[in-house]
């Protein structure tokens, strides 16, 4: 497994892959790897020839008070499990290497960066389409690997791809969980003893409401909405940003009657730490 740190030589060597035939699924990530980003690697090293995973945390994503540079970044313990798993290239680049001090455009998918999540992060999705669109022109995969945790962003990077036509294949990935319920995320690393254990709840809320849904016991997104909210409410020291219902497929807010394909989405504090779910329902 090579580490690379420059933009010219990952690209020289992805040309040279793609001239010698061989596929390469790209794995995006911004390192303190876990389970989640492990199951996109074991797809991408079945469906490759080739895996590059990218380990950056991209400051365009954060805003002014965000927790840019409390991210945790394991990079040596990344490295080896990148190489347990079968990674043939790392790419880390610096920040100073990816957005040179004359940096000066970048990719936005207009409607659906500013719903949800976007709403209360003004900016981010921009940063997350422009570093992503950096890492498919440096990288040139075949395939891209996303996690269904971030869904909003699995969905943004989709239309990305759709629209402006990149010549990539996004594979989405179900989401991974502790035993208690709770995705998997490097910011679950942030959190207090007392911290984790509440943050377990919140999956359970949203599987509760899944079920009466399907006992036909709460049947229109409000009430559904408004069931999760009460019994997030319940939980002391979290805080709800939003709790939604969204068509799945153009993330379209649903009132009223619920239809399928529809996902519940949530943004939750616990403490300080921002956490983010979603489920099919
Ligand atoms: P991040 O390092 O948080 O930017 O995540 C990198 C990729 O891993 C993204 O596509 C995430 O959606 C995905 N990912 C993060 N957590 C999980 C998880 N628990 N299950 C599946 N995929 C995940």
New binding site residues.
Partial sequence: MKIIHKIPEMQKITKKLHSANKTIGL???????????I??IQRARKENDCVIVSIFVNPTQFGPNEDYLRYPRPFNKDVRMCKKYGVNYVFAPTPKEMYDINHLSYVTVEKLSNILCGEFRQGHFRGVTTVVTKLFNITQPDRA??????YQ??MIIQKMVNDLNFPVKIIP?????ENDGL?????NLCLSKNERIRAGKIYRILLRVKKLFHEKKLLSADKIVNYIKNEIRRVPGLRIQYVKICNSKTLDEIKGKLYSPARILIAVWDGKTRLIDNIEI
């Fill in positions: 794995v995006p990530t911004m390192g303190a790897l876990h389970g989640g980003h199951s996109l690997y996303f996690g269904e945790k971030d962003q699995l990935c179900p989401t991974i969980r995705a998997l995320s490097s910011r």
